[in-house]
């Protein structure tokens, strides 16, 4: 009887360590796929993840800036990201050489030329 009972233990354990062993049912068969698909990069450093959730490169991945930083060119450059009627808004009409832009829910005062921060509205959208 106790005998009976230590297999049954031994085969309870042993169960769902053998369905961690295999891998999962879109992999069958394919086990090289299946690693490539699971291979972890921390060998590429901290923070490295090519597949960031908003698809920029690693350290374009900061959507805050600060008076004085430059926003990425192509904020200033592309229209669809430019506050076309600021008083609607309540804010002010932009100097000569600079530009509303929308980064998600903040807005920024930037130079058109070079992206620098003169002023900025956080959370305005939201």
Known sequence: MKTLLIAAA?????????ALARPHP??????????????GDHHRGKGYDKRHPHGMPPG???TRWNRGDHVPRAYVTEPS???????????RQPPPGYQWVRVNNDVYLAQTQTGLIADLVLGLFN
């Open 26 to 39: 879109d992999y069958q068969g394919d086990r090289e796929r299946y690693e490539r698909d699971h291979r």
């Open 10 to 18: 031994a085969v309870a354990l042993a169960l769902p360590a053998s």
């Open 81 to 91: 990201h430019h506050i076309r009627e600021p008083a609607q808004y309540r804010l």
């Open 60 to 62: 374009q991945a900061k």
